[in-house]
Every structure is written in C-alpha cells, then in structure tokens.
C-alpha cells in the first residue's frame, strides 16, 4: 500500500464515493500480505476463536488473546487501519469499554469495534472523548449467538428494521466513526447507509455499503465448514492468494461483489 490509511481517508473516500474493503487478519504474516496488496482495512476479529482456535463461537476469547493478535498483525502492517473487536463481556459498562479499548490501542489497534446498539452510545461518546475510534457492529452480532437462537439474518420484519436504523443513526451521533452491519438484507443495509453520516460496511449486507468485508480464511478457501451465503472463495478462480486479493479488492470498488446470490431479501 502506497500511502497509510486514516479514519479521515476513509471517510474521504466514502464521501467521493469509493468503496473500501476490509479483511480480517490473525498475524504477521496475513498482515503484510493483504495490506501491500491495497486492503484498506484489516481487522482483529475475535473469529479467530473459531479459525485460529477452533472454537463453535467467539464468546471464549480474552482481552489478552485480543492484544497479542493485534500486536501481531500491527508488526506485519503495511499502511493499512487497524480495527481490533473487543470480545465478548469486556465493554459491559463506560469504565469496563475504556479499559478494554485501551490496552487494544496501546497493543497497535488504530480503532476498536464492539456488538450492540443505542445502549453503547455513551461509551461510544466516552471513547471518542479519549481519542479512541469506534466502529459498531449491528444485525448478526456473534457474541449474542446464544440470544438469538443461532447464526440468523437480522431486521427482516418492519419494527426490527426500523429499530436498526434508529438505532444505527443514534450510535452515529454518539461518535461511532463506523457501522458494520452483518446478515442484514440488502434494502435495510441500503437505508441505514443512505441514512446515517458514517461509513458503513457490510457482510452479507448487500452492494451498497461503503465497505465490505470478509474473513479471510473463507475467501482464500482455507476453511472446512460450509460456507455462509455471503461469502465468495476467490481461489476458484486465482492461483494464487496475491492476485486472489487483488481481485476481491477489485469486485469490491466495481461493485460486482457482493453479487444477487450474495444478499439476503
């Protein structure tokens, strides 16, 4: 990557009205990898419990497990932003989300993302008092799993929809920098970014997002489990995993990814 990404630069390219993309990373490695190959982002999922550890969710991984990966991936960066999830049960209170935020940010992390709704609002505004960017994660939020009765598509009926979108523009105003919203279907996900003032991601979200993003060991193929809707494995078509990149991060700002099989209704 030519030049290091900024909260500022992306919301500068959001305004001009060109995609970004984001993919997770674990490591050094997958680090340096996918950012000299010009993804904008990378995140410090707490998936890795489930592809790193082998766990059937992300609620056993810790604070500290979050800050060795982070300080992993921030050695083998190459300009691009850093945003870090905070696991579960470390943000449940304002003096709780700043503590847990802050060893990510002091471990490399140029950006935290938490689950939830208008309930995290005022530690959203607490952290972007101390200088630290958010990103809210919305619709499918792995750590509820167990709330929700298994890995299911969010907001499909009226009152839910409207209660994200409400909800989405109120953790805006709070000082979210971000939103994520994952298994949503495409026209919500399309609302709530034509309606609040922040970029928005998506995974399996739709194409009109301003970002979308995906684990990378799903579109490298690498992994044995059955592969959600959403995803693309972009090493049926690319021999190797530079020019497998490449062209995810290309579908991507020429909005051929996601595709119609990709959305939900």
């Known amino acids: 990557m030519t030049k290091t990404m900024t909260v500022a630069s992306l ?3 959001t305004a001009d009205g060109e995609k970004f993309t984001m993919l997770t990373a674990y490591d050094a490695t997958f680090a340096q990898l996918l950012s000299s190959a010009g993804v904008e982002t990378l995140l410090i999922g707490d998936s890795l419990g489930m592809v790193i550890q082998g766990q059937h969710s992300t609620l056993p991984v810790s604070v500290d497990e979050m800050v060795y990966h982070t300080q992993a991936v921030a050695r083998g960066n190459q300009g691009a932003l ?3 999830d905070m696991p579960f049960n470390s943000y449940g209170t304002t003096e709780q989300c700043l503590a847990t935020a802050g060893k990510l940010m002091q471990a490399g992390a140029h950006m935290v993302k938490l689950e939830g709704g208008d309930w995290l609002c005022e530690s959203i505004t607490a952290m972007s008092r101390m ?12 750590q509820s799993v167990n709330k929700f009765g298994g890995y299911k598509v969010q907001g499909r009926d009226n009152d839910a929809a409207q209660s994200m979108i409400d909800q989405a523009l109120a953790v805006a105003n709070a000082g979210a920098d971000f939103i994520l919203l994952e298994c949503v279907p495409a ?11 922040v970029p928005v991601i998506g ?10 993003v995906l684990v990378c060991y799903d579109m490298l193929g690498l992994t044995q489990h059955r592969m959600p809707k ?12 530079q020019s497998a990149v490449k062209a995810y991060i290309d579908e991507v700002k020429a909005q051929t990814f996601p595709a119609a099989e990709h959305e939900f209704d």
Request: with cysteine; hydrophobic share 40%.
């Open 203 to 212: 995974i399996g979200a739709g194409k009109d997002t301003d970002a979308q």
């Open 131 to 142: 200088g630290i960017p958010s990103c809210v994660h919305m619709g499918l939020t792995p």
């Open 11 to 13: 919301k500068k390219m």
């Open 187 to 197: 026209s919500l996900a399309k609302a709530i970014t034509e309606a609040v003032p």
């Open 230 to 241: 959403f995803v693309k494995n972009y090493m049926l078509e690319h021999h190797n995993y």
């Open 82 to 84: 850093l945003v870090a």
